[in-house]
């Protein structure tokens, strides 16, 4: 047997693949399981929650900190010895809730913790079980249900990250099985394999090194999950017929999913997405991302009733609420009745979806783009039926994440101008509820480069700049792990070449900062210390929670707005500046007197002009009716002379 501990296997790339999609290659399964959820249809009675007040704090839960190693894991594909990429855990995150307590965070976003199945699985999207944890997060003490109830009692909310789109190319645990035989047997003629796969890619940690556990696979496929420990028998392919020669195998049988043949009670039946797919709604609500991420059919009441009945179970155990993985690629008003769902289980449920696009993104509406409008975020914000006026309905109860704004930063905020904002708050009207975006500046995902591939690189007060932005303008602002010290800076967000591990990315595991030397060192950081003052600030703050925006000004080296919530009788004038000190006059705004939380200056106004200056980096962030300066003066945002 050719065998090798320290060389890579290498393999074909014959799984289809396309931009956004979490890539993998070969594909696993740890045989240890927990107990089902207690899935009820209780009526849910937790207090609706206005999610505006909040700031999330985004965790990619596998890469975070590692609370228990005995439940750390390697994938087979990209392996780093040393750094399995199954390395964070609930315990880990329990363990840093005062770390996360302390940036100012109210709200942690989780990647699916469900059990994943596939090569390269850590993050979460390849849900194999929605109704079971995966083992590789927990640990007695620290189960999911022991984290959610430490984030409450921490004063935190949890925000599940939640799939319905697709699921593993495994198919899924006791309901749907996909034809593939078992990867133990796997051996293709020269190969070596890395360690811990010395003899297959089958699971290293599972007895008989079964890869696939599914009880409504074959008869023939598991009997031979049960014999034949790393699979040294020749095996006889059912399907083809062919003997399996021990060192001479093709992967297609091993990996590749016969799309043709997938059961149509679970899945669609239309292939793969290619090229010309992506401005095609029916192309992209019911093709096949990629190799493991297989479409379910979102329409069928048995898929339904399925997903709905896992997320509820959630629900129950305490989530806060839901995040919506790949929601442009389920057409809206069928996402609209599994979200509908959720929140008649949860009256004002906070739902918010990734409706991913790199641009305005404002669909086939005023000439900005010529994509349509049903795969584009505001739709999915909305219930009306008119693709050419949003007005045609209201506030679908679904929120997303802010991809326009986001998409502007590459040519603005990480060039140290404001350009072309005011223009996307222009079209703030074109969402249900502007104020309950989710805004961010990068995340596992994308960056705010050319390519929108890496995490910021540029010039540490650019960012600052940019979170300014975020946590005084209308929306919910996300920190992606590891911001607040600049971590992995310029690295790419994810793997690109193919001999790339996760060290390399963006993606990187950050518990070497959550050692005490390590926590002593980052809270020290300015932008730590900048995105704590910012969340005191915004927490301080009603109108910049909920506020309406109005009053955008933008002029290239500042931006000066105005919030106002009238529940509260919170109002406040916000002017940024950009890399020099900039003068503001802001009018009409109401009389009064305003003090700037910022530097503790104070102005009364009479004529409902308010004039200011704010030093470069800083902001300028006037309470009608305040009383203090809120915070400490650190790198960016400083106090000149009144
Ligand atoms: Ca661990
Ligand atoms: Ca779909």
């Known amino acids: 047997m050719v065998v090798s501990h320290d060389v890579k296997v290498s393999l074909p790339r014959w799984i289809p693949w396309s931009p956004g999609c979490l890539l993998s290659l070969v594909s696993f399964l740890p045989v240890l399981c927990l107990a089902s959820l207690p899935f009820t249809a209780m009526a849910d009675t937790a207090m609706p929650i206005d999610f505006r007040r909040e700031t999330i704090y985004f965790v990619l839960t596998a890469r975070f900190a590692d609370g228990d190693p005995s439940n ?15 390395r964070g855990d609930f315990k880990g995150l329990m363990d840093h809730l005062d770390y996360i307590k302390d940036l100012g965070f109210t709200s942690i976003w989780i990647s699916p913790p469900v059990e994943n199945r596939s090569g390269l699985d850590y993050h979460g999207y390849h849900a194999y079980d929605w109704t079971r944890v995966d083992p590789r997060l927990e640990s007695p003490g620290a189960t999911y249900q022991d984290f959610i109830d430490a984030a409450h009692a921490n004063g935190l909310k949890v925000i599940q990250d939640v799939v319905i789109n697709h699921s593993s190319n495994y198919g899924i645990r006791n309901q749907v099985w996909i034809d593939r035989l078992p990867h133990k047997y796997f051996r293709p003629a020269h190969a070596v394999f890395t360690a811990p796969y010395a003899l297959n890619l089958g ?15 074959p008869a023939w496929f598991r009997e031979h999950q049960h014999q034949d420990d790393v699979g040294d028998v020749t095996f006889i392919d059912p399907s083809t017929g062919l003997s399996l020669d021990q060192f001479r195998q093709t992967p297609d049988r091993f990996f590749n999913t016969d799309v043709a043949h997938l059961s149509t009670q679970w899945y669609h039946p239309d292939g793969y997405m290619a090229g010309g797919d992506w401005e095609n709604p029916r192309s992209v609500q019911r093709k096949h991302l990629c190799g493991d991420c297989m479409d379910l059919a979102t329409e069928r ?7 709905n009945s896992a997320i509820l179970g959630y629900l129950n155990m305490g989530v806060d609420a839901i995040r919506l993985d790949t929601a442009k690629h389920v057409d809206r008003d069928e996402l609209l009745t599994y979200v509908h769902t959720w929140q008649e289980h949860r009256p ?7 409706v991913m696009v790199k641009g305005l993104g404002y669909g086939d509406l005023e000439g900005n783009d010529n994509g349509p ?23 679908s ?129 300015p932008m730590y210390r900048h995105i704590q003052r910012l969340n005191l600030i915004r927490q301080r703050i009603p109108a910049l929670q909920t506020g309406a925006m109005s009053q955008v000004h933008e002029f290239g080296s500042g931006i000066s707005y105005v919030r106002e919530d009238a529940r509260s009788d919170s109002y406040v004038v916000v002017g940024l500046a950009a890399d020099m000190h900039t003068g503001f006059t802001v009018a009409p705004v109401r009389n009064g007197t305003y003090v700037d939380a910022v530097t503790g200056c104070s102005r009364t106004v009479h004529d409902g002009r308010l004039v200011f200056g704010v030093k470069a980096h800083s902001a300028g962030i006037w309470v009608l009716d305040g009383t203090a300066k809120i915070g400490v003066d650190g790198a960016f945002l400083q106090s000149e002379g009144c």
């Open 397 to 525: 109860g679904l929120s997303v994440i802010d991809f326009a704004l986001f998409s502007t930063f590459r040519d603005n905020l990480t060039k140290g101008n404001f350009d072309g904002l005011g223009g996307v708050f222009a079209h703030d009207w074109i969402y249900g509820d502007a104020t309950k975006l989710v805004t961010f500046f990068q995340n596992h995902d994308v960056g705010p480069d050319n390519d929108f591939k890496y995490r910021f690189g540029g010039e540490s007060w650019r960012a600052a700049v940019a979170y300014n932005l975020l946590w005084t303008a209308r929306g919910i602002p996300a920190l992606y792990y590891g911001e607040e010290i600049e971590f992995m800076k310029g690295a790419p967000q994810d793997i690109a070449g193919e001999h790339d591990t996760l060290d390399q990315s963006g993606r990187a595991y950050f518990g070497d900062h959550l050692t005490p030397e390590g926590q002593r060192a980052s809270r020290m950081h």
């Open 301 to 307: 009441p048995n898929v339904k009733a399925y997903l």
């Open 72 to 86: 750390n894991f390697y994938n087979r594909d990209r392996i780093k010895l040393g750094d399995p990429q199954w």
């Open 373 to 395: 409008s049903a795969i584009r975020p505001w739709w999915y914000t909305r219930n009306g039926h008119d693709a050419k006026d949003p007005h045609s309905g209201g506030d």
């Open 348 to 354: 004002g449920l906070f739902v918010f979806a990734e």
């Open 203 to 217: 699971n290293y940690l599972a007895p008989y090194h079964e890869d696939n556990d599914n009880p409504v696979a």
